[in-house]
């Protein structure tokens, strides 16, 4: 895990002056905002029958949804009818099959600490985006010498353009995990 704080010179690049503690704290809302939007913190975890449903969530993060769940044979299940989901991530099974594969995504808590640890291929691979994301709201903040609305409108739209990115490889490699259904034309 890296700690976002590694990415405080590049919100300086594009936010000059600005202090550090700032930098981290919208780093941190950049992140939970970028990980809530991307899907990106993907998880998986099998469930055999009689077992608790309860979901393993990464300390300091909250559950966010289930993408789907597979069967003990890989076939993908019906939501509300073979099975549902808490809003705390628990899952109880309805169907009588004997293991389920749940795919999940998790995100940070709202409430993050100081210098939080994050994903790593989160911030090598998007670093810029963050450093975006975080300057995008620093550079809204009024009566400060790097106010510039102009400039926060085009960082939040990299910003956005990060996080969208993120989402289609989350999804990309969802679906190498899902099953392909055979299509029957009637």
Same mark, same amino acid.
């Given at each position: 895990?890296?700690q976002l704080s590694?990415l /405080?010179p590049? *919100?300086r690049?594009?936010c &000059?002056?600005?202090? =550090?503690?700032m930098? +981290? =704290?919208?780093? &941190?809302r950049?992140?939970? +905002?970028f990980?809530?939007?991307?899907?990106?913190?993907?998880?998986?975890q099998? /469930?055999e +029958? &009689?077992? @608790?449903g309860e979901?393993?969530i990464?300390?300091?993060?909250?559950f *966010?949804?289930?993408?789907?769940?597979? =069967?003990?044979? #890989?076939?993908? !299940? +019906?939501?509300?009818?073979?099975? *549902? *989901?808490? @809003?705390? &991530?628990?899952v109880?099974?309805?169907?009588?099959?004997?293991?389920?594969?749940?795919?999940y995504?998790i995100a940070?808590?709202v /409430?993050?600490p100081n210098?939080?640890?994050?994903?790593?291929? /989160?911030i090598?691979?998007?670093?810029?985006?963050l450093?975006d994301g975080a300057a995008s709201t620093? !550079?809204?903040m009024?009566?400060?010498?790097?106010?510039? !609305?102009?400039m926060?409108?085009?960082?939040k739209?990299?910003f956005? =353009? #990060?996080?969208?990115?993120a989402?289609?490889?989350?999804i990309e490699?969802?679906d190498?995990?899902?099953?392909t259904?055979?299509?029957v034309?009637i």
């Amino acid at each position: 895990m890296a700690q976002l704080s590694s990415l /405080i010179p590049l *919100v300086r690049e594009r936010c &000059g002056g600005v202090l =550090d503690q700032m930098a +981290k =704290d919208q780093l &941190g809302r950049a992140y939970q +905002k970028f990980c809530y939007e991307s899907r990106f913190l993907a998880r998986t975890q099998e /469930i055999e +029958k &009689g077992q @608790s449903g309860e979901l393993t969530i990464d300390a300091q993060h909250i559950f *966010v949804d289930v993408d789907f769940v597979l =069967d003990a044979n #890989g076939q993908e !299940l +019906k939501s509300t009818t073979d099975y *549902v *989901v808490s @809003s705390t &991530g628990n899952v109880t099974v309805l169907s009588t099959t004997p293991k389920v594969r749940v795919f999940y995504h998790i995100a940070p808590q709202v /409430i993050i600490p100081n210098d939080p640890e994050a994903d790593n291929t /989160i911030i090598n691979r998007w670093a810029d985006a963050l450093a975006d994301g975080a300057a995008s709201t620093l !550079l809204k903040m009024p009566n400060t010498q790097w106010t510039d !609305l102009s400039m926060s409108s085009y960082y939040k739209r990299l910003f956005t =353009d #990060g996080y969208r990115d993120a989402f289609r490889v989350a999804i990309e490699a969802l679906d190498e995990q899902r099953p392909t259904q055979p299509r029957v034309f009637i």
